[in-house]
């Protein structure tokens, strides 16, 4: 099994920053993609943005220019750097792992959450 914890989120006003970080434990084997997904209140969950276990990163348009996925595969851990926050960013964001257990079981993992709130 394998355990995703988030942290990092909070209040910020407008044009802030805040960074996420999501550190993956338990019986892991190898680490595929790496994700974070938001979603805000009467809406769905949505991407917004991957790293896969190569490196090579994806956004979605409204984050463009202004969140940094990275990750630490010695520490099986993924962050998110969110500069020029805006009040629609506010969300509760979601981290998502494809991981390799060492039982040779590959599955999706989410942690629980943590809330982004924006101030105009």
């Known amino acids: 099994q394998v355990q995703l914890v988030e942290s990092g989120g909070g209040f910020v006003q407008a044009g802030g920053s805040l960074r996420l970080s999501c550190a993956a434990s338990?019986?892991?084997?190898?680490?595929?993609?790496m994700a974070w997904y938001c979603q805000a209140p009467g809406k769905q969950r949505e991407l917004v943005a991957t790293i896969m276990d190569s490196g090579r990163t994806n956004y979605a348009d409204s984050v463009k220019g202004r969140f940094t996925i990275s990750r630490d595969n010695a520490k099986n851990t993924v962050y998110l750097q969110m500069n020029s926050l805006k009040p629609e960013d506010t969300a509760v964001y979601y981290c998502?792992?494809?991981?390799?257990?060492?039982?040779?079981?590959?599955?999706?993992?989410w942690g629980q959450g943590t809330q982004v709130t924006v101030s105009s």
């Open positions: 998502n792992a494809k991981a390799l257990t060492s039982g040779l079981r590959t599955a999706d993992y």
């Open positions: 338990g019986s892991i084997f190898r680490m595929y993609h």
